[in-house]
Each structure stands twice: as structure tokens, then as C-alpha cells.
């Protein structure tokens, strides 16, 4: 199992940011998948969740309204739109995919809101 994300980068605050993660070697639209974010010297927070076939969707309240996961199972692909982003959200971002027990990590796109 290989994720990889892109998209990240440095956006002002106010800016957009779409996070994108390509998934291989797995039967991706059995996978929940996720995003999770993490900052120097804090652990690794879930901010969003999408169930496979993307039945059930979740957010942790701090992004809701801002943020929207979505996944194309034809491409193995999820994504997160991130709107409306302050510095609080400078992390880095990681894409996580999930079936039962089992589990993966993407290595993570780093994300920095600052002006």
C-alpha cells in the first residue's frame, strides 16, 4: 500500500489550499480514508473522514465549514479543500487509508499559513 500527497505549501491567511492523495496497492473504494494534521511537538490530530463509497462523512468541529474531504474511486484518489485558512492550520498534513485494522500513512505535505 503506497499514499502519497500534494498540494501543500505556503498561502496567506484567508487562502485555499486542496490536498490531494493518490492511493496504489490496495482496493481503494474498500478503504475509509482520512486526513490527519500534525505540528512540531503535538500528536497527530484527524481532522476529516470519509467512509468508503463515501457513505458517511466527518469533521473535527474546528475545520467544519472549511474544510471538505471528497474521494474519486475511479482515480484512488481523496482530497481536502481547505478554505478560508489561518496560521492555526500551518501542519503537516497526512493522508490516511484504513480497512478494519489495517492501516496506512502517506509521508505527509506540509501546509504553512503565514503573511
Known amino acids: 500500500v503506497q499514499l502519497v500527497e500534494s498540494g501543500g505549501g505556503l498561502v496567506q491567511p484567508g487562502g485555499s489550499l486542496r490536498l490531494s492523495c493518490l492511493a496504489s496497492?490496495?482496493?481503494?473504494?474498500?478503504?475509509?480514508m482520512s486526513w490527519y494534521r500534525q505540528v512540531p511537538g503535538k500528536a497527530r490530530e484527524l481532522v476529516a473522514v470519509?467512509?468508503?463509497?463515501?457513505?458517511?462523512?466527518n469533521y473535527v468541529n474546528y475545520v467544519k465549514g472549511r474544510f471538505t474531504i471528497s474521494r474519486d474511486d475511479a482515480k484512488n484518489m481523496v482530497y481536502l479543500q481547505m478554505n478560508n485558512l489561518t496560521p492555526e492550520d500551518t501542519a503537516v498534513y497526512y493522508c490516511?487509508?484504513?480497512?478494519?485494522?489495517?492501516?496506512?500513512w502517506g509521508q505527509g505535505t506540509q501546509v504553512t499559513v503565514s503573511s
Open positions: 496497492g490496495l482496493m481503494f473504494s474498500s478503504y475509509d
Open positions: 470519509i467512509s468508503s463509497a463515501g457513505a458517511s462523512i
Open positions: 490516511y487509508g484504513s480497512l478494519g485494522r489495517r492501516g496506512s
